[in-house]
């Protein structure tokens, strides 16, 4: 059925999710995604940590900043004002974590035997150098929610 100039086109589905996106309306679905992608990275930063036996306890602060971010999209996805106030904060967390952890893995390479001059293998055997960039990807995606627009 066409719309008329009375009744409004009605959309459904998927159609309605890509509207949003291209209105700005995300808020809710990347807060829920900020969550779903929070938790995800913490149990394999523990996963992966553990294999090293957390041989430093700053190991342990991306685990724990996963529960955390996960909250605060959960709490993002319900609240308007929670996606406004502590999910661009556990975000930002997530982020800065992210920077420090990609800094601490380039100096567990460094440290490997030959160091840089190794690279090849110390990049393969060592801490993997781009890993931490994932969880920044997270904390990137509640930055963004918490600038746009609220799904109606």
């Known amino acids: ?29 990347l807060s829920a995604l900020t969550a779903l992608g929070a938790i995800t990275t913490a149990a394999e930063i ?19 900043l996963g529960p955390i971010g996960a909250a605060a999209g ?12 502590a ?18 893995h380039a100096r567990g390479i460094a440290q490997k035997p030959g160091g840089w001059h190794n690279a090849r293998y110390n990049i393969e055997m060592g801490p993997p150098l781009l890993a931490p960039l994932l969880v920044t990807m997270v904390g990137g995606m509640g930055l963004l929610a918490a600038v746009l627009r609220r799904e109606k």
């Not at 066409?2 to 949003?20: K, S």
């Not at 999910?87 to 800094?103: C, D, E, H, K, R």
């Open 1 to 29: 059925m066409a719309a008329t100039a009375d009744a409004p086109t009605v959309v459904h589905g998927i159609d309605r999710m890509v509207r949003n996106v291209e209105t700005g309306r995300f808020e809710r679905s």
């Open 46 to 64: 523990f996963f992966e940590h553990d294999s090293a036996s957390f041989g430093n306890k700053l190991m342990w602060i991306p685990v724990a």
């Open 87 to 104: 999910l661009p904060l556990a975000s930002a967390a997530i982020v800065a974590n992210g920077f420090q952890g990609t800094y601490l």
């Open 74 to 85: 959960i709490a993002g996805f319900f609240s308007k004002r929670m996606a406004k106030t």
